[in-house]
Antibody, heavy 119, light 107 residues
Framework: EVQLLESGGGLVQPGGSLRLSCAASGFTFSSYAMSWVRQAPGKGLEWVSG????????YYLDSVKNRFIVSRDNSKNTLFLQMNSLRVEDTAVFYCAKEGAVAGTFEYWGRGTLVTVSS | DIQMTQSPSSLSASVGDRVTITCQAS??????LNWYQHKPGKAPKLLIYDASNLETGVPSRFSGSGSGTDFTFTISSLQPEDIATYYCQQYDNLPFTFGPGTKVDIK
């Protein structure tokens, strides 16, 4: 059974940093691209960042480029999102998602971790 | 970026009703369109991929159709457990983008 468990969310001041983790199990982690998707309070879903199975290729939403870094440790089946220079508008529940055979189809999702950026 | 729109933004229907949601892309995305169900506090769930293919294990009352810029999602007979927000999502181009969602509840 595929399981994705996010952690690392919390309250941080504007300009601060936070590192999210997503522990994956139930599939061959290194064979699949992964993504982070967020949902701001009262808003819809927004794709944030993606990474291919090897970790060699990464992709970002323009508004997080040069502030967020996605990475993965395939030896530990874990996905990361390093978030720097956080803004109030980054406040959201962050979900990690396993992509399918076709990039951009999010087959499985975690239950999310809440990031609150506030002074 | 490809913009996705959905209508209606919310709807209320009776158990057993047929429910239809439309999704429109700002440019041709062929059939690179998925539909997800999201219940509060839970992980979103993939229901339909490639516009019309039912994900394994998803009840057959859910279906999707369309290509190009116009897509439709249907619940043939609404059940109480279908109360959720439904999102379309394109994966033709980065950034992957979602529609604003349609909130479905029971009348």
């Amino acid at each position: 059974e595929v399981q994705l468990l996010e952690s690392g969310g919390g309250l941080v001041q504007p300009g601060g940093s936070l590192r999210l983790s997503c522990a994956a199990s139930g599939f061959t982690f290194s064979s699949y691209a992964m993504s982070w998707v967020r949902q701001a309070p009262g808003k819809g879903l927004e794709w944030v960042s993606g990474i291919d199975g090897s970790g060699a290729s990464t992709y970002y939403l323009d508004s997080v480029k040069n502030r967020f870094i996605v990475s993965r440790d395939n030896s530990k089946n874990t996905l990361f999102l390093q978030m720097n220079s956080l803004r109030v508008e980054d406040t959201a529940v962050f979900y990690c998602a396993k992509e399918g055979a076709v990039a951009g189809t999010f087959e499985y999702w975690g239950r999310g971790t809440l990031v609150t950026v506030s002074s | 970026d490809i913009q996705m729109t959905q209508s209606p933004s919310s709807l209320s229907a009776s158990v057993g009703d047929r429910v239809t949601i439309t999704c429109q892309a700002s440019q041709d995305i062929t059939n690179y369109l998925n539909w997800y169900q999201h219940k509060p506090g839970k992980a979103p769930k993939l229901l339909i991929y490639d516009a019309s293919n039912l994900e394994t294990g998803v009840p057959s009352r859910f279906s999707g159709s369309g290509s190009g810029t116009d897509f439709t999602f249907t619940i043939s007979s609404l059940q109480p457990e279908d109360i959720a927000t439904y999102y379309c999502q394109q994966y033709d181009n980065l950034p992957f983008t979602f529609g604003p969602g349609t909130k479905v509840d029971i009348k």
